[in-house]
């Protein structure tokens, strides 16, 4: 996939490389920072349960997408197959991991989700499905106002809750 100019800010929107791979984990770093600093309980063992070596295998994969400013990575996100929470081989869809902004870019989820769902659309997928901690009130209505119809509840290693968008929608 060549780099794709979105009109939207300058923002461009390319496939990871290696040679992204520490600004990428230091997007979280940050993010995960911003989250304590906030009070909200999200993420505080994520580079734990997420290691920079399964960052560089989405990526070598070809499944770790960025957003970038200039020179700047301000966002990043992994579209996959894999189903995980879903338990789900059959359904033709594309899983949305790894959410991430740039501490400072207001409203950056959008452009995330527009471009998600654009992957989703010209690789001929039918949903782009999504999970999130079901505690998370504001990330839960921030995915429903972008579309992400709620599905289902589950508890793994915590209560989440599955969200999908449908193609045709």
Known sequence: M????????????????IDDIDEIIN??????????ENGIKQWSKYLNNHPKEQFIQVIENGDFYIL???DEIIAGFEI??????WND???????????????GYKNIGSEIFKNAKNITRLNGKKYL???CLTSNKKLNEIYERN??????EGIDYYHYTLREWKIDE
């Open 2 to 17: 060549q780099d794709i100019k979105l009109v939207k800010n300058n923002i461009v929107l390319k496939k990871a490389t």
């Open 27 to 36: 997007l979280y770093a940050e993010r995960m920072n911003w989250f304590k």
């Open 68 to 70: 970038k400013k200039e």
């Open 80 to 85: 996959s197959t894999d189903s995980h929470f």
């Open 89 to 103: 081989n059959k359904t033709n869809a594309y899983y949305l991991y790894k959410v991430v902004s740039k501490v």
């Open 129 to 131: 499905r999504i999970e």
């Open 147 to 152: 579309g992400f119809k709620y599905v289902k």
